[in-house]
């Protein structure tokens, strides 16, 4: 398992040898059903630290028109390399996770229909303090992820030889 900040990956090798005896393309579908499976409760273990931390992210607008913040945490898949990742890289949820500096205002706006008073360059505009409901979610639950995991696999291992025998 590798961690690079944003994204939790889940290497699927052990898996890969378990599966040597199946056919190769049911050995992916298998693969994938199980990491993804344990994807899903990370997803969930996310989307609730940030509720719990942040309870307006249903309300707070998310990266496209029409989602929610809480929308944006959101699961990737590759099939090429049996990789599942959980995503919280969309617009405001990167910034609530990782928190940023002191913003300012770049340039100038006088008053008009957009701005209802003359803001002047260099004006502060705070920060955003990090919450860390992704981090906090990836090392308080990883024993549920990797019990998901296993629990779906087996459960699919089992599924796959009755129906061979």
């Known amino acids: 398992m590798s961690n690079d900040g944003l ?8 898996l890969d040898k378990r599966l040597n ?7 992916r579908e298998i693969i994938m059903e199980s990491l993804t499976a344990g994807a899903k409760v ?8 940030l509720l719990r ?28 390399f049996n990789l599942v990742m959980v995503s919280v890289l969309n617009y405001l949820t990167k910034w609530y ?10 340039e100038t706006h006088k008053a008009d229909d957009k701005h ?17 409901f992704f981090r906090e979610a990836r090392e308080t639950h990883i024993d549920d992820v990797v019990n998901a995991i296993t629990d779906k696999f087996l459960e699919l291992l089992n599924k796959e030889f009755k129906e061979t025998t």
Do not use: C, F
């Open 53 to 80: 931390k942040m309870p307006k992210a249903t309300s707070a607008p998310g990266s496209k028109k029409g989602r929610k913040m809480v929308d944006d945490i959101h699961i990737v898949k590759d099939k090429d």
């Open 21 to 27: 005896a199946l056919i190769s393309r049911r050995q």
């Open 7 to 14: 994204n939790h990956i889940i290497d699927s090798t052990l």
């Open 42 to 49: 990370l997803q969930q273990y996310t989307r609730d630290n």
């Open 116 to 132: 209802h008073r003359t803001y002047k360059k260099g004006e502060a505009r705070g920060a955003i303090k990090p919450l860390r």
């Open 97 to 106: 996770e990782m928190g940023t500096d002191n913003r300012y205002l770049k």
